[in-house]
């Protein structure tokens, strides 16, 4: 099994995804955007995560790569593959699929909780009724056509959605560890503007291992759930 992912900066790598699908015997291969823009072989390929980025899906002229990435992700998803995405990877996917990406009204950033949305659909993945997850977006977007709602929080109406059966997106970070926090802390901590929704540098790298754990678990049955989905 071959898992790729698609990397827009040096500091928002897989995080807990990494070890997660090394425990499951799968291959890792990645396309790095800030080092290559070279895409591989859909069909060489068994499960798609897009990581998250400070830019935006509707910055085609300032990074043209976003063209040809948007488009990869949509014949993925048409191939019907497995494929996850975090935060702009959310919003790739969206876009990919021809919903709208724009500001949110307010910035997320820092442990702030989200809360299930309610479906009578027995299909999609179940988040508890709220946890306490990490943030760091000023976008969000539309639902794509045919998706479900999975979870929401106050400030931030579409959290996570999903789209068939193997397809995920999370506005939020669930692969987030200590490391990361503190690598994604040091490169856009010019983005920590207090405001009801944005923490501080200290509240965000103040949060307790427990709660990283908590989280990379989560992420851990949301991989396990697309695995066992696939096919």
């Known amino acids: 099994m071959r898992a790729h992912y698609l990397q827009h900066v040096?500091?928002?790598?897989?995080?807990?995804?990494?070890?997660?699908?090394?425990?499951?015997?799968?291959?890792?291969?990645?396309?790095?955007?800030?080092?290559?823009?070279?895409?591989?072989?859909?069909k060489a390929i068994d499960l798609l995560v897009i990581m998250g980025g400070p830019m935006s899906v509707n910055d085609e002229d300032k990074f043209p790569w976003l063209v040809s990435?948007?488009?990869?992700?949509?014949?993925?998803?048409?191939?019907?593959?497995?494929?996850?995405?975090?935060?702009l990877g959310a919003q790739m996917i969206a876009s990919s699929?021809?919903?709208?990406?724009?500001?949110?009204?307010?910035?997320?950033?820092?442990w702030f909780p989200i809360y299930t949305v309610d479906s009578i659909d027995g299909s999609?993945?179940?988040?508890?009724?709220?946890?306490?997850?990490?943030?760091?977006?000023?976008?969000?977007f539309d639902l794509p056509s045919g998706a479900i709602r999975l979870a929401?929080?106050?400030?931030c109406e579409n959290q996570a959605f999903q789209l068939g059966k193997s397809v995920i997106g999370l506005q939020f970070h669930l692969e987030t560890t200590p490391e990361s926090a503190g690598q994604i802390v040091s490169h856009c901590r010019d983005e920590l503007v207090p405001s009801t929704y944005v923490q501080?540098?200290?509240?965000?790298?103040?949060?307790?291992?427990?709660?990283y754990k908590t989280i990379n678990h989560l992420m851990g049955c949301i991989l396990a759930f697309l695995k066992q989905n696939f096919g």
């Open 10 to 42: 040096p500091f928002e790598g897989l995080g807990s995804i990494e070890p997660w699908l090394e425990t499951k015997g799968y291959e890792l291969t990645h396309t790095r955007f800030f080092e290559s823009t070279e895409l591989p072989d859909t």
């Open 69 to 87: 990435e948007k488009q990869f992700v949509r014949e993925v998803i048409e191939s019907g593959k497995p494929v996850l995405g975090i935060c």
């Open 97 to 110: 699929m021809g919903a709208r990406v724009f500001p949110n009204p307010v910035k997320e950033i820092g």
């Open 124 to 140: 999609i993945f179940s988040f508890p009724p709220s946890e306490t997850v990490f943030h760091w977006h000023g976008e969000t």
């Open 152 to 155: 929401k929080s106050e400030g």
């Open 200 to 211: 501080t540098e200290e509240e965000i790298l103040s949060a307790s291992p427990n709660r």
